[in-house]
């Protein structure tokens, strides 16, 4: 894990937020291959459930919504992690966190393991934001910042029903940023305040209930496999009943192996017909589906993936992190699916001179048209290929003598190391090509 922290410092991927200020518990700022990254995992998500079915349509609902929205689903009365204090270092800590969490004074290392540490008992707290509308403080109503978007789905679903030309069963997706006040030991991007999730809400009519949620089971395993994280690497495990939410009549969550351990990466509940009752008793709407031809009516039941994009980027980063050696050096690689690196290719002039930087700059711009592209000139060609290798950049182009002359360029695979000499008309096709075809990571062989 430290080793990819450092990677993400170095390279702008993810940093430590307010880092002038000393920074800020559980925060991260994105930068640019960050950012990048992020939006491939997102658009990723999209195109499996928008572009590739047609039977999920997408939303993106308010991040404040009406305060009885969380009376309703349960949050503001059971959404709570059981917190102690130490009246010694004056620290809080998850009570079923105390085997992770450092003490703040020495010698003791964990909470609570030397008579020193005074622990109070447990005391549930609430993991929601709390502000309020309103110019004046104290005036307004309080709300909340939501601590999942699931529940701007349900409180849309009518609404969407309406217009979707859609019925059960049928999904509503949402990306988006949730936030939770979480009290909790470091990870990196694993936990954090704020953090953006992919969640879907597939309604069903309730005898497909268990069909569905086998079916989601499948397909997200799939979706990260297809990503190329390693299977072994990949598990599912089912949730113990006293591990249950209280909407869930049954979750299992998708684990990756991170270096901290076999982790959540993402959940999958059955929510059963808990929040649409919820909404339709608070709200004194009636949120029942009602079919056209036969009249018949019915709650309909919710199976829900629900991802972490933060989650996700840390998993792909750790799967993808290698080190190699290259010609006696140790190179760093991110040997990520080309379709999540940030840049596909980078187009690269063999010497600063000889014409060989303008005709690359060419290339270089016709390319980026089409794909994310980098430029780059400065430095040794050794030292610019070892910079494209950690941000895990597929493909690089070399313009070099032979170029001036044949126009030909080599093509250089990131895993194989391999160079083609490919003719400069042919290489936006070639690229095109490569991107589509099947990946696998090379770590797997
Ligand atoms: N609507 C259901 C729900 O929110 P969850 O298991 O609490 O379920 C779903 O969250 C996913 O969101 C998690 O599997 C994880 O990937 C991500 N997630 C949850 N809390 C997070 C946090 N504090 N920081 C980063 N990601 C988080």
Redo the contacts with the bound molecule.
């Keep these: 894990m430290d080793k990819v922290v450092a990677l993400c410092k170095r390279r702008g991927f993810v940093f430590p937020a307010s880092e002038i200020y000393g920074g800020i518990a559980n925060t991260y700022d994105y930068g640019h291959y960050g950012v990048l990254l992020k939006q491939n995992v997102i658009g990723q998500w999209w195109k499996s459930m928008i572009q590739e079915r047609d039977d999920i349509v997408a939303l993106d609902s308010a991040i404040i919504q009406h305060p009885r929205t969380w009376e309703a689903s349960g949050h503001l009365a059971g959404f709570t992690d059981p917190l102690v204090d130490c009246r010694t270092c004056k620290l809080r800590f998850r009570a079923d966190h105390l085997d992770q969490a450092a003490c703040g004074r020495r010698p003791s290392k964990l909470a609570g393991q030397t008579p020193e540490c005074d622990l109070t008992d447990p005391r549930d707290f609430n993991l929601m934001f709390e502000t309020s509308i309103g110019a004046v403080k104290g005036e307004g109503s309080a709300v909340f910042l939501r ?4 529940q701007g789905i349900f409180l849309d679903f009518k609404t969407v029903l309406s217009f979707a030309r859609r019925k059960p069963p049928f999904g509503i997706a949402q990306v988006g940023k ?1 936030f ?1 006040n ?1 009290i909790t030991p470091g990870n990196f ?5 704020e ?1 953006e ?1 992919m ?1 879907m809400e597939f309604f069903v009519p309730p005898d497909q209930a268990g069909h569905w949620y086998e079916h989601w089971l499948a397909e997200r395993m799939s979706w990260y496999e297809r990503l190329g994280l390693r299977r072994d690497h990949l598990r599912l495990r089912a949730h113990d009943p006293d591990e249950l ?1 209280h909407y869930s009549s049954a979750t299992s ?1 998708v684990e990756y192996l991170f270096p901290i351990g076999w982790s ?4 999958i ?1 059955d929510r059963g017909n808990f929040d649409l009752t919820q909404h339709a008793e608070h709200s004194g709407q009636k949120l029942e589906y009602v079919d056209g031809p036969s009249g018949e009516r019915y709650l309909p039941h919710v199976i ?1 993936p ?3 994009v ?3 980027m840390l998993a792909f980063l750790c799967d993808a992190y290698d080190e190699d050696e290259l010609g006696g050096d140790q190179r760093t690689v991110l040997r990520l699916h080309p379709v999540l690196a940030p840049v596909k290719v980078a187009v690269l002039p063999l010497v600063n001179k000889d014409g060989q930087p303008e005709l690359a700059r060419e290339i270089y711009e016709e390319l980026r048209r089409h794909v994310p592209a980098e430029f780059d000139s400065g430095g040794s060609i050794g030292k610019r290929y070892r910079r494209q290798d950690e941000i895990g950049t597929p493909w690089g182009v070399t313009v070099d003598h032979q170029t001036l002359e044949d126009g030909t360029v080599t093509l250089r695979d990131r895993d194989s190391l391999e160079q083609a000499r490919v003719p400069r008309g042919e290489l936006r096709d070639e690229i095109a090509r490569r991107l589509a075809a099947p990946w696998r990571s090379p770590k797997l062989t």
Excluded at 147 to 150: D, K, L, R, S, V
Excluded at 189 to 193: E, H, Q, Y
Excluded at 264 to 267: D, R
């Design positions: 601590p999942e978007t699931a949730s939770r979480e991007i694993f936990r954090t305040l953090f999730q969640e939410s969550d959540e990466l993402e959940g509940a829900e629900a991802a972490g933060g989650r996700s």
